[in-house]
């Protein structure tokens, strides 16, 4: 069973920049696509933003201009780069991904754990 595992939060202050990163523990043979999730206390998780299996992009409203979504490289498989942090950014993100486990196998989604950003004034 694979794992998805977010890294790179943390604290930071307002107008910084944050990227987080989502690794996958297990072996894998690519990744179809990837999203990013928050979620605000006692709220539902929603969407950040997303990359698709070709590579078009759709980010929310809220973030759209500020936020960067990104295939990975050899440690990670996707990265979430932040940039003009707002205080309203504050919340626990998670990685969202696509992983196929054989050649044009079919792709099975999973969830990281999360990781906590907090901005601050």
């Known amino acids: 069973q694979v794992q998805l595992v977010e890294s790179g939060g943390g604290l930071v202050q307002a107008g910084g920049s944050l990227r987080l990163a989502c690794a996958a523990l297990?072996?894998?043979?690519?990744?179809?696509?990837i999203a990013w999730y928050r979620q605000f206390p006692r709220k539902q998780r929603e969407l950040v933003g997303l990359?698709?299996?070709?590579?078009?992009?759709l980010y929310s409203d809220v973030v759209k201009g500020r936020f960067t979504i990104s295939r990975g490289d050899e440690q990670s498989i996707g990265f979430l780069q932040m940039s003009d942090l707002r205080l309203e950014d504050t919340a626990k993100y998670f990685c969202?991904?696509?992983?196929?486990?054989?050649?044009?196998?079919?792709?099975?989604?999973?969830w990281g754990q999360g990781t906590q950003v907090t901005v601050s004034a």
């Open positions: 969202y991904a696509g992983l196929r486990f054989r050649p044009g196998g079919l792709a099975y989604h999973f």
């Open positions: 297990g072996d894998i043979f690519s990744v179809n696509d």
């Open positions: 990359l698709g299996s070709d590579n078009t992009t």
